[in-house]
């Protein structure tokens, strides 16, 4: 099976711009996560979906959106970039809600 | 809030020497716990999970955890180590309501000196 993929994997956008990311899920894998990880705050949740709904959010800012496709992918999307944007994004699927997460290789993003 | 807090932030030991990672969550009700590492340029992985049942859980590579209800802890062990363990290991939970989110711990990067 392949994995969790996730477009582009670099990405550098200056203040002010947008940016969407995209994340595919593992085959059959219903539920999608996204996660920021940044070297001073580590690994903070951003959202969960599934089955298209928006089931939780993390504490962000309403810059961070996202959402989900009925082929399960989903993007987010972080409009007017700040450079603590900056950070490596990364997309977890699991096959159902309370199951075990697996994780892509992330979107690395460098906001200037 | 969920929080969960991993002792060592850096550790360096030699090959053959055993590993013990600490880690210890707040949450009183039914959680399940995760260890997930990242080796050097590689995605996060998962190590072991603990969802139910026998609190000593086998994971890959030859880690293993132990889950102390009562201790809120969740450790990390490896009985020998090898330099191709050098990596971030990062501790999980999930709980409070229906949800998957996961809180991490803050990392604990492992040096191994061959």
Known sequence: KAGVTQTPRYLIKTRGQQVTLSCSPISGHRSVSWYQQTPGQGLQFLFEYFSETQRNKGNFPGRFSGRQFSNSRSEMNVSTLELGDSALYLCASSVTVLSEQFFGPGTRLTVL | ?114
């Open chain 2, 1 to 114: 809030a969920q929080s969960v807090s991993q002792h060592n932030h850096h550790v360096i030991l030699s090959e053959a020497a055993s590993l013990e990672l600490g880690c210890n969550y707040s949450y009183g009700g039914t959680v399940n716990l995760f260890w997930y590492v990242q080796y050097p340029g590689q995605h996060l992985q998962l190590l072991l999970k603990y969802f139910s049942g026998d609190p000593l859980v086998k994971g890959i590579k030859g880690f293993e955890a132990e889950f102390i209800k009562s201790k809120f802890s969740f450790n990390l062990r490896k009985p020998s180590v090898q330099w191709s363990d050098t990596a971030e290991y990062f501790c999980a939970v999930t709980g409070s309501g229906n949800t998957g989110k996961l809180i991490f711990g803050q990392g604990t990067t492992l040096q191994v000196k061959p």
